[in-house]
């Protein structure tokens, strides 16, 4: 294994688990992902994982796909039996085109070959820990009662909702989920594709926003060895991974318009290129697309496709937002205590009355993803309490803002911080908060998306002199 001359700068990191019955290359993968700031565990067996994962919230698994006893395959069908949440990624030095693609449509988030190369690693896992992160929000919309896809609170909207989804289900067209960030559209898609006649059949997702667009390309169509820099093996695209299943385009309006068209050929097509092949492949593949954006702007500003628009328009879903099912608040607030308990075992908190009132008033710009940090905090920090209003109002979002009311706005700023690292501790964070989306940290910091822009590239040419420096002299 080779590793970079610089630690990376990227934001995602999370909890890895490392399996594989080679002592050396479970170190080494566990040294890399460490040096880029995960937190790491490991195990030299699958049965050996399966005993970390009750007990530890675990993002990723990075597995071996062959190993003695159980291998990677039957890993990851038992961890889908349990329910677990940690997104899968499979190691292999058996490379080939047919054991990536049965990994994936078993529900592989994505996978590496060896030798490993640690700056892959590094894409591959700040990928699949977001992916996570985000897998775990949206079941957090689940009800324990209902199983499956069922989704918490009972008000019109959410009736509504459940009602569209399985009109839609039943069929096989194109749909488009839209919503504010924070709403649950990826919970919505898995639960079309869970009512469709293609449940049996793999549901495979891309979150369009992390990827760059010769990346984003890659992952949809795949590519052939030699294709670009880098493309060093044959490669597995998430159309051919989804091949008789469901495809999910999460936040679609980050591809740029160059790939929407080659996109839009394969919704008229059924068919594609990989990236470097002049080979056509057939695929059927119901296409389900997210975004948080009004798409029909988008149209009129010239940022994306009107013929794409009206292609993936053909069944429309719109989540609401949670301030307008005020009243399926106080439950989702008690389900959250209930995943909060199992998760920490710490004493439950008992909200006042007061505190209640409020949390069913607040506009909740973050929608259920704000609430649910709301109560995990208060679950975390006053276990086994009683906590009022009072105790509440200070860690809310203020409505229409983008900005967090600060409770002791001193406690965390070291003495003799320069204001260059603050500005930019402040961006990273708020960049974070909004999982990548440019616009939305702009907006939020009241500055323009092109000075964002520039202020990231000067983060990482601080990160990479020495690239910048080369860059210069090419």
């Keep these: 294994m080779n590793f970079p001359r610089h630690n990376s700068s990227k934001h995602t990191t999370g909890a ?40 530890d919230d675990v993002d990723v698994v990075v597995t071996d796909l062959q190993m003695p006893g159980m291998d990677g395959l039957e890993l990851m069908h038992t961890m889908h039996q349990r329910s677990y949440n940690a997104e899968i990624v499979m190691v292999t030095a058996h490379a080939s085109v047919s054991t990536a693609v049965e990994a994936m449509r078993r529900g592989a988030f994505d996978y590496i070959e060896k030798p490993i190369d640690v700056d892959r690693l590094d894409e591959v896992i700040r990928r699949a820990v977001a992916a996570a992160r985000n897998r775990t ?44 960030s924070g709403v649950g559209k990826e919970l919505v898609a898995r639960s079309v594709h869970a009512n469709s006649p293609r449940h049996a059949a793999p549901f495979v997702d891309l979150n369009c926003p992390v990827l760059s667009a ?110 307008q099912r005020r009243e399926d608040v106080p439950a989702l607030v008690e389900h959250f205590q209930r995943q909060s308990a199992a998760r920490t075992s710490a004493e439950p908190v008992e909200l006042t009355g007061d505190a209640v009132e409020l949390l069913t008033a607040h506009d909740w710009p973050g929608n259920v993803r704000e609430l649910q940090n709301i109560v995990t905090r208060m679950s975390v920090l006053h276990a086994g309490q009683s906590v009022g209003a009072d105790q509440l109002r200070g860690w809310l979002l203020e409505p229409g803002t983008g900005a967090w009311q600060a409770e002791q706005p001193n406690d965390n700023v070291p003495v003799g911080v320069s204001l260059r690292d603050m500005e930019r501790r402040l961006i990273e964070a708020t960049l974070e908060h909004f999982d990548g989306h440019r616009r939305k940290t702009a907006e939020a910091l009241g500055i323009g998306q092109r000075t964002l822009t520039s202020k990231l590239k000067e983060y990482k040419q601080d990160k990479h002199p020495e690239s910048e420096a080369a860059s210069r002299a090419a």
């Design 16 to 55: 890895i688990l490392v399996v594989d019955d080679q002592d050396a290359v479970r170190e080494s993968i566990s040294a890399a992902l460490m040096m880029f700031g995960h937190r790491v565990q490991s195990a030299a067996s699958a049965k050996d994982a399966l005993r970390h994962l009750p007990s």
């Design 214 to 323: 010769q990346l984003t390309e890659s992952e949809l169509f795949g590519h052939e060895r030699g294709a670009f820099t880098g493309a060093e093996t044959d490669r597995v695209g998430r159309f051919q991974a989804a091949d008789g299943g469901s495809l999910l385009l999460d936040e679609i309006t980050e591809i740029d318009l160059p790939l929407q068209a080659k996109l839009l050929r394969v919704l008229q097509e059924h068919s594609f290129q990989r990236v470097g092949s002049s080979k056509t492949t057939e695929v059927d593949v119901r296409v389900l697309a997210t975004t948080n954006r009004n798409l029909a702007e988008e149209v009129a500003a010239g940022q994306f496709r009107r013929d794409l628009y009206f292609r993936l328009n053909v069944l429309p879903i719109h989540v609401p937002p949670l301030r």
């Design 137 to 180: 929000q949206a079941n957090a919309f689940v009800s324990p009662q209902g199983g499956g896809h069922a989704m918490i609170g009972d008000g019109t909207a959410m009736r509504d909702l459940r009602a569209r989804i399985a009109q839609v289900g039943v069929t096989s067209e194109t749909v488009l989920i839209t919503g504010e």
